[in-house]
Antibody, heavy 117, light 110 residues
Framework: QVQLVQSGAEVKKPGASVKVSCKASGYTFTSYGISWVRQAPGQGLEWMGWISAYNGNTNYAQKLQGRVTMTTDTSTSTAYMELRSLRSDDTAVYYC??????????WGQGTLVTVSS | QSALTQPASVSGSPGQSITISCTGTSSDVGSYNLVSWYQQHPGKAPKLMIYEGSKRPSGVSNRFSGSKSGNTASLTISGLQAEDEADYYCCSYAGSSTFVFGGGTQLTVL
């Protein structure tokens, strides 16, 4: 069965970087893209960007351009999302999701990133 | 890109039907028939309920249906059940490989 398993919770100081992993199994990793979606405490979902697991092409939400980098390692079927220059309003649960180009059908369990001094 | 507009909350009694609206613009909802809907229970990851405006993934109850008119998409849940109580989010393709979510709607089953 399709599974996306994410890395554990992180606590970071303002200005630091965080890298979250998302290991896929149960399907051909390179046949689908991965989108990253975040959810601040008590808030709604925010699409962050997408990466093609086939060729590494990316597309990021405009508000995160310059601070976010998404990568994949096809040898381990793992996607990564790195966010730099962290601020308190980056505190959120970060999700990876399998991207069908028009929707997201399988989601990881979420990774809580807390930014606090 | 502004978030799609959803009502903050809706409620209904068991067995009733409810509809959640999702209003966007001619640049997202109005331009593409690519609206999806997600159900999220507290502390859980979102679950895909509707894709391409009105299609249901395998395993999703046919009590859930989607539609669109102009810049507004809608999710209808018929025969409300207690387990339907959750937050619901719409999401639309917005061109250039980007997506935008709605602010979310909290459904209460009375």
């Amino acid at each position: 069965q399709v599974q996306l398993v994410q890395s554990g919770a992180e606590v970071k100081k303002p200005g630091a970087s965080v890298k979250v992993s998302c290991k896929a199994s149960g399907y051909t990793f390179t046949s689908y893209g991965i989108s990253w979606v975040r959810q601040a405490p008590g808030q709604g979902l925010e699409w962050m960007g997408w990466i093609s697991a086939y060729n590494g092409n990316t597309n990021y939400a405009q508000k995160l351009q310059g601070r976010v980098t998404m990568t994949t390692d096809t040898s381990t079927s793992t996607a990564y999302m790195e966010l730099r220059s962290l601020r308190s309003d980056d505190t959120a649960v970060y999700y990876c999701a399998r991207d069908l180009k028009d929707s997201f059908d399988y989601w990881g369990q979420g990774t809580l990133v807390t930014v606090s001094s | 890109q502004s978030a799609l507009t959803q009502p903050a909350s809706v409620s209904g009694s068991p067995g009733q039907s409810i509809t959640i609206s999702c209003t966007g613009t001619s640049s997202d909802v109005g331009s593409y028939n690519l609206v999806s809907w997600y159900q999220q229970h507290p502390g859980k990851a979102p679950k895909l309920m509707i894709y391409e405006g009105s299609k249901r993934p395998s395993g999703v109850s046919n009590r859930f249906s989607g539609s669109k008119s102009g810049n507004t998409a809608s999710l209808t849940i018929s025969g409300l059940q207690a387990e339907d109580e959750a937050d619901y989010y719409c999401c639309s393709y917005a061109g250039s490989s980007t997506f935008v979510f709605g602010g979310g709607t909290q459904l209460t089953v009375l």
